[in-house]
């Protein structure tokens, strides 16, 4: 069972500073971050959720759109180009379940894909491409923040980094957000294959330095292509799908 920190929720000025106290996954009393146990080689866990079944429901831009079956609901948000849509079909064990393109800005609305017929992955539009026009992105804005804010069965944000780079403006952005509607967040590192052994490293230290997360603070360097990381993906997924809200 993964244990879980909470971050300091009000004021944000961009640095999560990251308290020890009891983990609890209630929506009302604090930003949450995911931490690993101390000297856990990410990627190492044993087991991934076995599919049995994983298919598009709808897309969606008003919470009248939404599926309305209360299933738990598991998010994924990051920049144009990340990688979220293949991070997702690599989870799911799909080849194009979760539409990837060459062409950043494609997923323009919310998507859900219910998975098991027991829970949902959500597939947020990603931010931060310039060429989309002002009034699309102001729709986007609008419509992921009515998610984030008011979906009851959301259960976890995995947030995606590219590991290639330093994390933009938009991505801080989007984690100030995170900490204001208090959602369990999953930091996670994508195209860890694209780099080197030291390069790899040294850009993992410069994200916790960022994001202040300390020794335990869990950043998951992960590789659609290769499959690095994903069982330590699902198993915080696992854990925040059915533990009990304290």
Not at 149 to 178: T, W
Request: charged residues 25%; proline residues 7%.
């Amino acid at each position: 069972m993964m244990s879980t920190v909470f971050a300091q929720d009000s004021d944000f000025d961009g640095q999560i500073r990251v308290y020890s106290q009891p983990p609890t996954y209630s929506k009302t009393s604090g930003r949450l971050f995911i931490v690993g146990k101390k000297g856990q080689a990410p990627g190492m866990l044993p087991g991934i959720m076995k599919i049995q079944s994983a298919e598009y429901v709808c897309s969606a831009m008003r919470p009248d759109q939404y599926p309305r079956d209360g299933k738990p609901e598991i998010a994924f948000a990051g920049r144009s180009n990340v990688g979220k849509s293949s991070l997702m079909n690599a989870l799911l064990r799909r080849k194009n379940l979760a539409k990837t393109s060459g062409t950043p800005g494609k997923t323009q609305t919310i998507n859900f894909f219910e998975v098991n017929r027991a829970f949902y992955f959500v597939d947020l539009p990603g931010y931060g491409y310039a060429k989309v026009p002002k009034a699309v992105k102001a729709n986007w804005n609008a419509a992921m923040s009515a998610y984030l804010r008011g979906r009851k069965p959301l259960k976890l944000v995995v947030q995606l980094l590219d590991l290639r780079h330093d994390p933009s403006d938009k991505d801080i952005a989007m984690i100030a957000l995170l900490a204001e509607c208090k959602i369990p967040t999953l930091l996670v590192a994508t195209k860890a294959d694209k780099l080197g052994r030291g390069e790899r490293a040294a850009n993992l230290a410069k994200l916790r330095k960022r994001f202040d997360l300390g020794e335990d603070g869990l950043i998951i360097p992960t590789s659609a292509e290769t499959g690095e990381g994903l069982p330590l993906v699902w198993d915080v997924i696992d854990d925040c799908l059915f533990s009990s809200p304290s």
